[in-house]
């Protein structure tokens, strides 16, 4: 019964704290520590002595006080660093005003992909949608070349977002199909400092357009992944 006593008596300063923020919080913060240490205290009294057992019994309430203050708030008591390793399929569509031929010219463009589904770590996060825009000096030849598209801003299946900035493209044609490997790094929200590695398929379904109208959209199957370890 002392025991449940004693724990009712922190909870009850533990709900001073969030009844009451700023100094009053601090107050019954230490409030909530001087009661764990009061019943330490009262505890080994007949077995130590009081002045030895005082200094580590007392770091150990502090520690104590701390934990229950932070859950009292709502909040964990760390917050540990997070390693990240998602794999996300989908699929990309660029559109391109006026269509690419071979001779190069200024086009207007803009990308936006379908990310589903996502696996991996973290578990919260299952799907995503990204996109850019832009104009550039563009043709059918420096599509399949090696410049990195501008920043992409995905966003997440949590409500959060990222940006990836591209910087490294390698360009393959395994078959005729344009294969770009983009090699980048999250420069702003979540994730951030995270590499990724963005590869698209680019199928060639407009085979003649390149020499008459001109291109007007490329699409295909494209994975992303991200990657930290911490």
């Not at 922190?10 to 009661?35: D, K, M, Q, Y």
């Not at 964990?76 to 010219?105: D, H, I, K, R």
Request: hydrophobic share 40%; with cysteine; charged share 15%.
């Amino acid at each position: 019964m002392a025991l449940r006593a004693w724990l009712m008596e922190i909870h009850r300063l533990a709900g001073r704290t969030i009844a009451n923020p700023g100094c009053a919080a601090i107050e019954a913060t230490h409030a909530v520590a001087r009661c764990i240490r009061r019943r330490m205290t009262n505890e080994s009294a007949r077995r130590t002595d009081r002045g030895a057992a005082m200094n580590p019994r007392k770091n150990i309430a502090d520690a104590l006080a701390s934990l229950l203050f932070l859950s009292a708030l709502g909040f964990p008591a760390s917050l540990p660093a997070q390693t990240v390793g998602l794999t996300c399929l989908g699929t990309e569509t660029a559109q391109y005003n006026p269509g690419m031929t071979f001779t190069p010219q200024p086009v207007a463009f803009s990308v936006s992909g379908l990310l589903a589904p996502c696996a991996g770590v973290p578990l919260g996060v299952t799907s995503a949608s990204y996109g850019t825009s832009g104009t550039a000096n563009l043709s059918c030849e420096i599509l399949s070349g090696v410049a990195p598209t501008p920043p992409l801003t995905v966003h997440w299946s949590d409500g959060t977002t990222s940006v990836i900035q591209p910087s490294t493209v390698v360009t393959q044609r395994p078959v005729g199909e344009v294969v770009r490997i983009e090699s980048g790094q999250i420069v702003s929200g979540r994730f951030l400092g995270a590499a990724t590695v963005r590869t698209v398929t680019l199928l060639q379904t407009q085979l003649d357009a390149c020499s008459t109208t001109g291109v007007e959209s490329v699409g295909g199957p494209v994975v992303l992944e991200i990657i930290k370890l911490l």
